[in-house]
């Protein structure tokens, strides 16, 4: 289970996984808009073949459109909610850093990713 530290550091790594589920998502895209157009250029040659791989491609932009609900689903709603308790921990223990000599270290806060 990936962990997501209470600190500055901790949301900037919620917004580069934010960033890079939809950079792989809009990958998947392109590269099926561009096998399709590949196809449609050569389905005279691809003969009996042609309906096979049609039907696969479909497969794959179904599949990657759940994948792009979910993923639109945590960059939206889940994400944001993790950084905003992330926030609000930050907020709370703001100027207890355990850089004070008179205070004891603290350990490092952590947010469990479900």
């Known amino acids: 289970m990936a962990k997501y530290a209470i600190s500055q550091e901790g949301l900037d790594s919620l917004d580069k996984l934010s960033a890079g589920l939809m950079q792989v998502v809009t990958g998947i895209d392109d590269a099926c808009k561009t096998l399709y157009t590949k196809i449609e250029r050569l389905e005279s040659g691809l003969g009996v073949y042609e309906k096979?791989?049609?039907?696969?491609?479909?497969?794959?932009?179904?599949?990657?459109?759940?994948?792009?609900?979910?993923?639109?689903?945590?960059?939206?709603?889940?994400?944001?909610?993790?950084?905003?308790?992330?926030?609000?921990?930050?907020?709370?223990?703001?100027?207890?850093?355990?850089?004070?000599?008179?205070?004891?270290?603290?350990?490092?806060?952590?947010?469990?990713?479900?």
């Open 52 to 114: 096979d791989i049609l039907l696969c491609l479909r497969e794959v932009i179904a599949a990657n459109k759940q994948g792009k609900d979910g993923v639109a689903h945590l960059v939206t709603t889940a994400i944001p909610r993790q950084k905003a308790i992330i926030e609000e921990i930050m907020a709370m223990v703001d100027g207890t850093s355990g850089d004070d000599e008179a205070q004891p270290p603290q350990k490092k806060l952590v947010l469990r990713r479900r």
